[in-house]
């Protein structure tokens, strides 16, 4: 049984081992290259909604009289938000981030003093509401910039039969000009080496956007 167990575990590393050379050598036909894409996305939309809604709170929290009960509230919201990221980054990245350890606390005051005491909501703090946002904006400007070239290049033999492609000003004597599929061809394939090298961009950065997550959310 012990024997068997090895194989099975052997034959399961192996799998997996096959999966990431598989993502790694050729990542548009792995599946987890799009969850990575959606993850980016959501970074995006989720960041501004926590630097929206945590900057609003800090903000009326420290300029109106009821503005210990809506910083409390803050630190409370930050706690969920924190478990929220990290079941997300488990599910799209793949990511094991433990849960944190917590008071068991019944009243909303003491669940409050408890979170201000713990240095652990200041991590998650500064994660959702200061590292999420920037962090969202670059990834999915990075990502978009390089998917529009890549999708020129690709398309240029679609493009050139209804329009002369100049990729340089003529005008100025460096003329580059795309007049044929011929020469179009050329460029798509520039273009499936340019995806190839995009869709491990987007894999690189889920990967850093994973590891900041366990780091900041441990």
Known sequence: MAQNSITLNDLRKTSNNGRRLSGVLFPPAHRKTYRNLVYLLL??????????????????????????????????????????????????????????????????????VAEARNHKTYKELAYLWLLRFPMGVAAVAATLAALGVVSAFLGAPIVVQFHEIRLWDTAQGFPWVVNGTAEALWYTAAGLVGLWLTMSLMNGLARLHGALAKVMLS
Not at 53 to 59: K, L, M, Q, S
Not at 78 to 106: G, H
């Open 43 to 112: 970074s995006l939309l989720l960041g501004t909604f926590y630097f929206a809604f945590f900057t609003a709170a800090f903000a009326v929290g420290v300029s109106t009289v009821i503005g210990v009960a809506i910083l409390a509230g803050a630190l409370l919201a930050s706690r969920q938000l924190a478990s929220f990221e990290r079941r997300l980054t488990r599910r799209m990245l793949s990511v094991e981030i433990p849960e944190p350890t917590r008071a068991s606390e019944t009243t909303f005051w003491r669940r409050a």
